[in-house]
């Protein structure tokens, strides 16, 4: 069976500083990995995802994800944070045979600091 | 915009009487799903239906029904609402990763229920 884990329940960061999200997972087979965020009173949005190939990836707002198979992490980055990315972040699992079904980690919570 | 839609946004029901909530889509997509997010916690799913194909998660309480009439509807029926299913429901689609490997789920702004 899969699980994820998220080790932060909240990180409070000031805004421009860099934030790093922690995400370790643990599953028998391989895997595909993701990162959603949601915002209050909205549902969860894709920020990025890691399917095969390059192990860092990137969103279009300026967070990363690196995929570390050794140490079966894929923590989010961001060099410079901003007020606007206030948010719950998901890290997610899903693997090759169980098709559309996702294991959401317990979230973290961001807030940025003026 | 094609997109998920969910009504409504607050639901407020009593103890024992059932309710239903409702989502839509304009993605035509063929995978629908309904997770439950209580506060602080991840989503949980509860079920969801590829095409009409019914798949119910094996912890699901029994209270939790659903009924998906064509590709643009799916609705998630709670008979008998006790106060610890007080919580967001959180609607999602996604195109067949069965067909297409591993699709994204693209997920409506969720329906809080409060139970009196």
């Known amino acids: 069976a899969q699980s994820v884990t998220q080790l932060d329940s909240q990180v409070p960061v000031f805004e421009e500083a860099p934030v790093e999200l922690r995400c370790n997972y643990s599953?028998?087979?391989?895997?595909?990995l993701f990162w959603y965020v949601q915002y209050p009173n909205q549902g969860l949005q894709l920020l990025l995802k890691?399917?095969?190939?390059?192990?860092l990836v990137k969103s279009i707002n300026g967070f990363e994800a690196e995929f570390n198979k050794s140490q079966t992490s894929f923590h989010l980055r961001k060099p410079s944070v901003h007020i606007s990315d206030t948010a719950e972040y998901f890290c997610?699992?899903?693997?090759?045979?169980?098709?559309?079904?996702?294991?959401f980690g317990p979230g973290t919570s961001l807030s940025v600091i003026p | 915009d094609a997109m998920v839609i969910q009504n409504p946004r607050y639901q407020v029901t009593q103890f024992g009487k059932p309710v239903t909530l409702s989502c839509s889509q304009t993605?035509?997509?063929?995978?629908m799903y309904w997770y439950q997010q209580k506060s602080s916690q991840a989503p949980k799913l509860l079920f969801h239906?590829?095409?009409?194909?019914?798949?119910n998660e094996a912890d699901t309480p029994d209270n939790f029904q659903s009924r998906r009439p064509n590709t643009s509807f799916c609705f998630l029926d709670i008979r008998s609402p006790g106060l610890g299913d007080a919580a967001m429901y959180l609607c999602?689609?996604?195109?067949?990763?069965?067909?297409?490997?591993?699709?994204?789920?693209?997920f409506g702004d969720g329906t809080r229920l409060s139970i009196l």
């Open positions: 997610a699992v899903s693997d090759k045979t169980s098709y559309d079904k996702v294991i």
């Open positions: 890691y399917l095969s190939g390059s192990t």
């Open positions: 599953s028998s087979v391989s895997v595909y």
């Open positions: 239906y590829y095409d009409k194909d019914f798949n």
């Open positions: 999602a689609t996604s195109r067949d990763s069965r067909v297409v490997s591993n699709q994204p789920q693209h």
């Open positions: 993605l035509n997509h063929n995978v």
